[in-house]
C-alpha cells in the first residue's frame, strides 16, 4: 500500500473512528485502526465487534491499493503532534513507514487478514432523512438515557418508524425525552418491525461522525442490528434487546393544566444560578409561578440559600414545583437559546412537561418538597 495524504484531513478522518477502537480487548487486533485504500479512495475501519465505523478520508493520492493495521494509540499521536502538512504511507508485511517533510515514523505491521470484517450497507430497503435532523435527535434523547441502569432497555434511545415520522425516545425512569420528525421509506424497511432500541454509545458515535451538511442519511434495520449510512460514514451497531416503558402514558393528557411560555436563555441563567447553592443531599430547587413571575429558591443546609426572581407572563393560581436543575439545564442545553418553550404545569405533585414548536417533547418528574 502506498498513499500521499494531507495530515490535517488524515487526522480528520482517523478521529472519526478511533474512538471505537478498545483499549482492552481478548483480541488484541481490535485495538487498531484498519485503514483500506482501493484504487480511489481510503477509509479508516474499527469495531469493538457491537459498533464498528468505515469512515472515507479525503485529501488522499493512491499510488498504490492495500490495507494496513494501525496502531490507535502510536498513529493518533504522530498525526497530531507532527507539523507537516502532507505524509506519504507505505505498508508492506513488516513496517508501516509514515514519511512527513521533517519526520519519519517506521511502525510494526500486522496481518490486515486478521481485522474482523464489518458489515457493508447493500440493504434495498431502508429510511431515509435529513442528516441534520437526524443529529439534532440524537441530541435531543441520548442525554436522558441510563447507561448505568440494570434496565438493559433505558441505555439507549427508542427509535419508532410510523406513517412517515420517526420518533425517538431516551428516559431514565425520572426524565423523559421525546423527538419527532419526518422520515421516508424506500422499499419496505419494516420486515423487523416498527421500533427498535439503539444504544446510547452508538447515537454518540453517529452524531460524531455525521455531518450536519451531510444531506440525507439512510438507515437500515436488520435483526439485532441497524446500520446508518452517510456521504462519508457507514456505522455498524447491535440493537439493545428488553422492554422499554410505555413512554405515550408519561405524557398526561391534561384539561385543567396551565401552560407559560419561557424565553430559553433568561431561564437557563435563572436555573443555572439557583443550582449553585444546592448540594447532593439538597438538590431540588423550587420553582413558584406566581402573578407575573417565577421564584427559584435553592438552598443547602451547611450552604446557604438562592433566590433567583424572572418576569414571566403567568396569571394563574400560584404553582410551586420542586425539579432537579440537572435535568431542567440538560433539556435547556440542546435547545436554540434565542427561542421560548411551553411548559406545561398542573400541581405541585404531577410531572412538568415541556414542550417546543418543532416536535420535541420532555417530561420531567417532580422531587418531593423537604419543606
Not at 424506500?186 to 444504544?199: L, W
Amino acid at each position: 500500500m502506498k498513499i500521499t495524504c494531507n495530515r490535517e484531513q488524515l487526522l480528520q478522518a482517523f478521529q472519526a473512528v478511533a474512538a471505537v477502537a478498545p483499549t482492552r480487548s481478548p483480541k488484541p487486533i481490535l485495538q487498531n485502526v484498519k485503514l483500506e485504500v482501493t484504487a480511489d479512495s481510503a477509509s479508516f475501519l474499527a469495531t469493538d465487534l457491537e459498533v464498528a465505523i468505515r469512515y472515507q478520508a479525503t485529501g488522499i493520492e493512491v499510488e498504490q491499493p492495500g490495507a494496513c493495521i494501525l496502531p490507535t494509540a502510536r498513529f493518533g499521536q504522530i498525526l497530531r503532534e507532527s507539523s507537516d502538512e502532507t505524509f506519504h504511507i507505505e505498508a508492506d508485511d513488516k513496517h508501516i513507514r509514515v514519511r512527513g517533510e521533517r519526520s519519519q515514523f517506521n511502525l510494526s505491521a500486522e496481518d490486515p487478514g486478521d481485522y474482523p470484517s464489518i458489515a457493508v450497507f447493500d440493504d434495498a430497503s431502508y429510511y431515509e432523512t435529513a442528516a441534520r435532523w437526524f443529529k439534532e435527535l440524537i441530541r435531543r434523547t441520548v442525554f436522558a438515557t441510563d447507561n448505568e441502569s440494570s434496565r438493559y432497555a433505558l441505555g439507549g434511545v427508542k427509535m419508532e418508524w410510523e406513517d412517515g415520522t420517526l420518533t425517538g425516545v431516551g428516559t431514565d425512569g425520572r426524565r423523559l425525552s421525546k423527538m419527532e420528525g419526518p422520515v421516508s421509506a424506500v422499499g419496505e424497511p419494516g420486515a423487523f418491525g416498527d421500533a427498535t432500541i439503539v444504544p446510547s454509545r452508538s447515537l454518540n458515535l453517529i452524531d460524531r461522525a455525521v455531518n450536519d451538511d451531510d444531506g440525507e442519511v439512510q438507515i437500515a434495520i436488520r435483526q439485532n442490528e441497524m446500520l446508518v449510512r452517510s456521504p462519508r460514514a457507514m456505522i455498524y451497531s447491535r440493537l439493545l434487546e428488553g422492554r422499554f416503558p410505555r413512554w405515550r402514558d408519561v405524557f398526561p393528557q391534561r384539561t385543567s393544566s396551565v401552560k407559560v411560555e419561557l424565553p430559553i436563555e433568561p431561564f437557563y441563567r435563572a436555573v443555572r444560578q439557583a443550582a449553585i447553592l444546592t448540594s447532593d443531599e439538597s438538590r431540588g430547587v423550587d420553582f413558584t409561578f406566581g402573578e407575573g413571575s417565577l421564584v427559584l429558591s435553592g438552598h443547602a443546609a451547611e450552604v446557604g440559600e438562592s433566590r433567583i426572581e424572572l418576569p414571566v407572563a403567568f396569571d394563574s393560581s400560584e404553582i410551586t414545583i420542586t425539579l432537579d436543575p440537572r435535568f431542567v439545564i440538560d433539556f435547556l442545553k440542546v435547545l436554540d437559546s434565542d427561542k421560548s418553550f411551553t411548559l406545561d404545569l398542573q400541581d405541585g405533585e404531577s410531572a412538568a412537561v415541556c414542550t417546543t414548536d418543532d416536535g420535541y417533547g420532555y417530561v420531567i418528574m417532580p422531587l418531593a418538597r423537604d419543606r
